[in-house]
């Protein structure tokens, strides 16, 4: 019978603790075991201190089926947890002899001289079912107690990723009957979590009498609506409830809905620009090319972006975008007047069919002037004309750069739909 395993994500190493390193290892996790099936209790960050791991995999191991260990693993002294694991599980180190053959053909294979250090990968405890690293020479390790697994891998992102794609979660899934999860998400744009709730209370509860939950997930400009059911529904069923709730909810919540999956804006604007043959230019200033980066990741993006520049000090938008001065002398540079101009600019020099164009003070100052610190004016050039936006945000740079982003993409978006 299929039933919900509880994992939960255990991460060692100071250099997580003191910001030194990101911690995306409990991140990719928790996104994977989802996929199978699995729920995460917990994700933890804890040092290099054999007390606080023992403590911790103390916890786990009472409270759920799967704990996840990552990081600790090398062949350097502050590699603890292998050590530490035997002496939790009172065992001892013996040698695989495949790592150990593995390990040297990892370093002849680059020319590499092998070190006295490097033997050690091959050390594991003799109650552990061996994880091949396929990627590295830390090796991973499988331990089961009492119907628990311990599963301890390396902290290096590809080579933890690689071992639970290729190895891991296979075995999980053959060691037990998961149950399917399914997850669809609804993008949003422009507006806040409050907001959105408000719009959608009166069928809430209609949702959660489906047996299907609906979570709110805001970032700066966006509310991803993520709706899921935990069990053992099919998924056909499940899709037919799911498409008449996500009906309901784009009627209720009207443009703001940009995408029935999740997906970013600049993806919906690249698929807009294809399915209608349109080119698209942009001019940014106080984004600082951040559009542009986001266009040009998208694989392809050359069949509608013509190109874009960066004219940040107000010379450039004269000498390069040959904006008449009179536009630059007698309005502010962060206005609607000079968004226009800068929009119809840069759509004239790189002919093509919209352009996008962004002034404004990302803050923290705004070179003295009335215009308030966190204005963003923002100009979009179509084949019908030009029109701009004017948007007030607060003081964080980095913030209002990525809102600023959003809202011109979403301007080009609602541009094109309503044509």
Known sequence: MKKNILVDIICIGDELLIGQTINTNAAWIGREVNKWGMKVRRAISIGDDPKQIQSEMT???????????TGGLGPTKDDITKKTICEFFDDHLIEDTATTQRVKDFFQSRNLPMLEVNFLQAMVPSQCDVIPNNKGTATGMWIEKEGNIL??????????????????????????????IFHHTIMTIGVGESFIAQQLSNIEEEIAAAGIALAYLPSPGL???????????????????????????????????????????????????RENQYTMSIAESCTGGTIQSWITAIEGASD?????????????KHSILQIDPEILDSHPIVSEPVAQAMALAVQRLFKSDFALATTGYAGPGNDNTDVPVGTICIGLATPAGVFSKSIQLGKNRERNIRMASLHALNLLRMSILNK
């Open 223 to 273: 509310v991803k609506l993520r709706l899921s059911s935990y069990g053992h529904v099919d998924g056909n069923s499940f899709y037919t409830v799911v498409k008449q709730f996500s009906e309901k909810i784009e009627t209720l919540l009207g443009d703001i809905v940009y995408a029935q999956s999740d997906i970013s804006i600049q993806q919906v604007v690249a698929q807009l620009m």
């Open 59 to 69: 916890e786990s191991l009472q409270k759920v089926s799967i704990i996840f260990i």
């Open 304 to 316: 509608f972006f013509k190109g874009g520049i960066t004219p940040y000090h107000k010379e450039l």
């Open 151 to 180: 599963v301890s891998m390396p902290g290096v992102p590809y080579e933890m990723e690689a071992m639970m794609t290729e190895t891991i979660l296979p075995k999980i899934s053959q060691r037990f009957e998961l149950p399917t």
